[in-house]
């Protein structure tokens, strides 16, 4: 199946640099701003894929030097609106992503948003293109807009979930609800379609993380697709490291 491509032990870890598109460089430091700085952390063997945009792939993923499987984010937007009702739209084509030498692709839904059709159906075009080419294809499932009272619900959650897997997902990347209980109904909902939970902001202290990490599996999630809490780490290595430990065991 493709998607033991970016599965170890049935368990896998994503590390996620697309921030200096969606916030802008205000999530990196002197060390983080590099993205070769980035792809050696994700080629240190503890992550099972990497993902950025096109261009940070096209000038910093080496193919030659790494191993580490390459996710192109399809579509983004910047932090400067501020709607109400967002939407991401396509920047970058599958045949593009290939060329690039990519495993997979991803793309976010902001479900819930009134715009949520016009993402839907443009998810269903690059996943029948992606498949088609034997790519794997990852859903952001974000629940966002004036019609979701809270990104964290787990009904609102498992809703999301539910469509990844609806639309033909074969992963997809979630918020966390906070506790294992409730997430466990998410991650059902979202059926065969695996459940890789989004880091978020750094926690105060790596034992959280840690806690985190073991909580989603037991869950019944397949690992996390993380960034800042590994790149803005004093010692990402170290962090990237333990994870992989809980994880892969
Ligand atoms: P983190 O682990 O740093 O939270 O990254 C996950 C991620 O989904 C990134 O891929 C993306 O840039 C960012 O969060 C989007 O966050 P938001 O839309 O909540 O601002």
Same mark, same amino acid.
């Given at each position: 199946?493709?998607?033991?491509?970016?599965?170890?032990?049935?368990?896998?870890?994503?590390?996620?640099?697309?921030?200096?598109?969606?916030?802008?460089?205000?999530?990196?430091?002197?060390?983080?701003?590099?993205?070769?700085?980035?792809?050696?952390?994700?080629?240190?063997?503890?992550?099972?894929?990497?993902?950025?945009?096109?261009?940070?792939?096209?000038?910093? !993923?080496?193919? %030659?030097?790494? =191993?580490?499987?390459?996710? &192109? +984010?399809?579509? $983004?937007? /910047?932090?400067?609106?501020?709607?109400?009702?967002?939407?991401?739209?396509?920047?970058?084509?599958?045949?593009?992503?290939?060329?690039?030498?990519?495993?997979?692709?991803?793309?976010?839904?902001?479900?819930?948003?009134?715009?949520?059709?016009?993402?839907?159906?443009?998810?269903?075009?690059?996943?029948?293109?992606?498949?088609?080419?034997?790519?794997?294809?990852?859903?952001?499932?974000?629940?966002?807009?004036?019609?979701?009272?809270?990104?964290?619900?787990?009904?609102?959650?498992?809703?999301?979930?539910?469509?990844?897997?609806?639309?033909?997902?074969?992963?997809?990347?979630?918020? !966390?609800?906070? %506790?294992?209980? =409730?997430?466990?109904?998410? &991650? +059902?909902?979202? $059926?065969? /379609?695996?459940?890789?939970?989004?880091?978020?902001?750094?926690?105060?202290?790596?034992?959280?993380?840690?806690?985190?990490?073991?909580?989603?599996?037991?869950?019944?999630?397949?690992?996390?697709?993380?960034?800042?809490?590994?790149?803005?780490?004093?010692?990402?290595?170290?962090?990237?490291?333990?994870?992989?430990?809980?994880?892969?065991?």
């Amino acid at each position: 199946m493709e998607i033991n491509k970016i599965l170890k032990n049935n368990h896998g870890m994503l590390l996620a640099y697309d921030h200096g598109f969606e916030h802008g460089p205000t999530d990196f430091d002197e060390r983080s701003v590099d993205p070769a700085w980035i792809m050696d952390i994700a080629d240190s063997g503890f992550f099972t894929g990497v993902v950025c945009q096109k261009g940070i792939a096209e000038k910093y !993923y080496n193919r %030659d030097k790494y =191993s580490v499987p390459l996710i &192109v +984010k399809l579509n $983004g937007k /910047t932090a400067f609106h501020k709607d109400e009702e967002p939407v991401s739209l396509q920047n970058c084509t599958v045949e593009e992503a290939v060329a690039l030498g990519a495993t997979g692709v991803g793309y976010t839904i902001y479900v819930g948003s009134e715009h949520e059709q016009t993402m839907i159906a443009e998810f269903a075009k690059i996943e029948k293109e992606a498949h088609q080419k034997g790519l794997i294809v990852i859903g952001w499932m974000y629940p966002r807009g004036s019609h979701v009272a809270s990104d964290t619900d787990r009904d609102t959650l498992a809703y999301a979930a539910r469509l990844g897997l609806e639309l033909g997902a074969d992963a997809i990347k979630i918020k !966390y609800t906070g %506790d294992a209980e =409730s997430f466990s109904w998410v &991650v +059902k909902s979202a $059926g065969e /379609t695996k459940v890789f939970v989004v880091g978020g902001q750094k926690t105060e202290t790596a034992a959280e993380l840690y806690q985190t990490a073991s909580d989603i599996l037991r869950a019944g999630a397949v690992g996390l697709a993380i960034g800042r809490n590994v790149w803005q780490a004093e010692k990402p290595m170290e962090v990237a490291k333990k994870l992989g430990e809980i994880l892969y065991g």
